[in-house]
T-cell receptor, first 122, second 109 residues
Framework: GAVVSQHPSRVICKSGTSVKIECRSLDFQATTMFWYRQFPKQSLMLMATSNEGSKATYEQGVEKDKFLINHASLTLSTLTVTSAHPEDSSFYIC??????????????????FGPGTRLTVL | KQEVTQIPAALSVPEGENLVLNCSFTDSAIYNLQWFRQDPGKGLTSLLLIQSSQREQTSGRLNASLDKSSGRSTLYIAASQPGDSATYLCAVRGNQFYFGTGTSLTVIP
């Protein structure tokens, strides 16, 4: 079945550095990517939605200059946490929506989720 | 490897009915379980979060239960409304997230 991968799975960085998280769709072309984060003991919350080749749409309260999202191709989206601080420590997960390769003309889009990336900022 | 299963895959009910969605998982070593809804073309909306130490959570017409030992969770929706029509996903959090395949709910006016 379709797979979405994230890299790295875990990252520890110093405060003030930038961290890039990659999200790849392996068996299909992802026309839309979603980025979520989950703080400890809190619900998974949507950060932004990005369509291939266009700027991401950020949810209210998410700083677009701090969380840079690039969706340059149909199989790759990246989330860069710039000038990370300890309060950015969280679990980040992406999901990709698209149509499976070889699908019929009438097939509908399906969404698949990555395994997540645990970011710890010291 | 954790496997998350949701039954039924699709459900259609008349407005006003109470309904139950089921989620089962194979590995009971989880931190928490969440229920989400997803509207067509949109991202996930979190409905309820149950920590591994909890047995249920309630929000409005929604009640979610968790039986970790048996690897089961249910989402109960009372007095269903057409606006409840969506896909409902459960996800368990261990070292990573594992999502169920979802239940597509249609509430008929």
């Amino acid at each position: 079945g379709a797979v979405v991968s994230q890299h790295p799975s875990r990252v520890i960085c110093k405060s003030g550095t930038s961290v890039k998280i990659e999200c790849r769709s392996l068996d299909f072309q992802a026309t839309t990517m979603f980025w979520y984060r989950q703080f400890p003991k809190q619900s998974l919350m949507l950060m932004a939605t990005s369509n291939e080749g266009s700027k991401a749409t950020y949810e209210q309260g998410v700083e677009k200059d701090k969380f840079l999202i690039n969706h340059a191709s149909l199989t790759l989206s990246t989330l860069t946490v710039t000038s990370a601080h300890p309060e950015d420590s969280s679990f980040y997960i992406c999901s990709a929506r698209g149509r499976l390769a070889g699908g019929s003309a009438g097939s509908t889009d399906t969404q698949y989720f990555g395994p997540g990336t645990r970011l710890t900022v010291l | 490897k954790q496997e998350v299963t949701q039954i039924p895959a699709a459900l259609s009910v008349p407005e006003g009915e109470n309904l139950v969605l089921n989620c089962s998982f194979t590995d009971s070593a989880i931190y928490n379980l969440q229920w989400f809804r997803q509207d067509p073309g949109k991202g996930l909306t979190s409905l309820l979060l149950i920590q591994s130490s909890q047995r249920e959570q309630t929000s409005g017409r929604l009640n979610a239960s968790l039986d970790k030992s048996s690897g089961r969770s249910t989402l109960y929706i009372a007095a269903s409304q057409p606006g409840d029509s969506a896909t409902y996903l459960c996800a368990v959090r261990g070292n990573q997230f594992y999502f169920g395949t979802g239940t597509s709910l249609t509430v008929i006016p």
